[in-house]
């Protein structure tokens, strides 16, 4: 049963980056999308993109294009998401979760890590 | 990008009552190859990242109670519950997966 556990909270200044990571055990991590999504407080829901590990092959969400960076680390099954230029509409829960559908991107999402909260303040 | 709009925003319904929360997409999610459509349901408690209850507008995750099923087609999809219990309060969202960028309904907020 894979699990998927990310990194702690993070607080940001505005126009600087973060990077959140994702580490897979207990399961396959190469032949599966992981995704990026994202919660603002009390909001709903927003996929940003994903990345098919064995490929290195990533999808973004247009929203995100040029300021979302998805990779992974194979020798230690760990995914990474990268957000620049941070603004205070960037704080949000941050979750990675597994595609089901193996290299297909478009899959339904199970299981998800744990979320990490981004806050960007000044 | 599809659009997915549920009703109601919130609901409250009595213990051992039935609640049904409608969802509808933009355009037809259906996925040619296995003729099912791609639509999924999830649940989220305070606090918590959401969980899968139903894929392919109508399959139940393994380990979901049977009193969650799903149904639909096309562009309009229902989550029912057919005797809420206490622990079901929570958040509930669908999703579509059949294009990118894969959209959610905004949430409906089910309360006893």
């Known amino acids: 049963q894979v699990r998927l556990v990310q990194s702690g909270a993070e607080v940001k200044k505005p126009g600087s980056s973060v990077k959140v990571s994702c580490k897979a055990s207990g399961g396959i991590f190469n032949n599966y999308v992981i995704n990026w999504l994202r919660q603002p407080p009390g909001q709903g829901l927003e996929w940003m993109g994903g990345?098919?590990?064995?490929?290195?092959?990533?999808n973004y969400t247009q929203k995100f294009q040029g300021r979302v960076t998805i990779s992974t680390d194979e020798s230690t099954s760990t995914a990474y998401m990268e957000l620049s230029s941070l603004s205070s509409d960037d704080t949000a829960t941050y979750y990675c979760?597994?595609?089901?559908?193996?290299?297909?991107?478009?899959?339904?999402?199970?299981?998800w890590g744990q979320g990490t909260l981004v806050t960007v303040s000044s | 990008d599809i659009v997915m709009t549920q009703s109601p925003d919130s609901l409250a319904v009595s213990l051992g009552e039935r609640a049904t929360i409608t969802c509808k997409s933009s355009q037809n999610v259906l996925y040619s190859p296995n003729r099912r459509n791609s639509l999924a349901w999830y649940q989220q408690k305070p606090g918590q990242p959401p969980t899968v209850l139903i894929f392919?507008?109508?399959s139940r995750e393994s380990g979901v109670p049977d009193r969650f099923s799903g149904s639909g087609s096309g562009t309009e999809f229902t989550l029912t519950i057919s005797s809420l219990q206490a622990e079901d309060v929570a958040v509930y969202y669908c999703q579509q997966y059949y294009s990118a960028p894969f959209t959610f309904g905004q949430g409906t907020k089910l309360e006893i």
């Open positions: 979760a597994r595609g089901v559908r193996g290299i297909e991107f478009t899959s339904w999402f199970d299981p």
């Open positions: 392919w507008a109508s």
């Open positions: 990345i098919i590990p064995i490929f290195g092959t990533t």
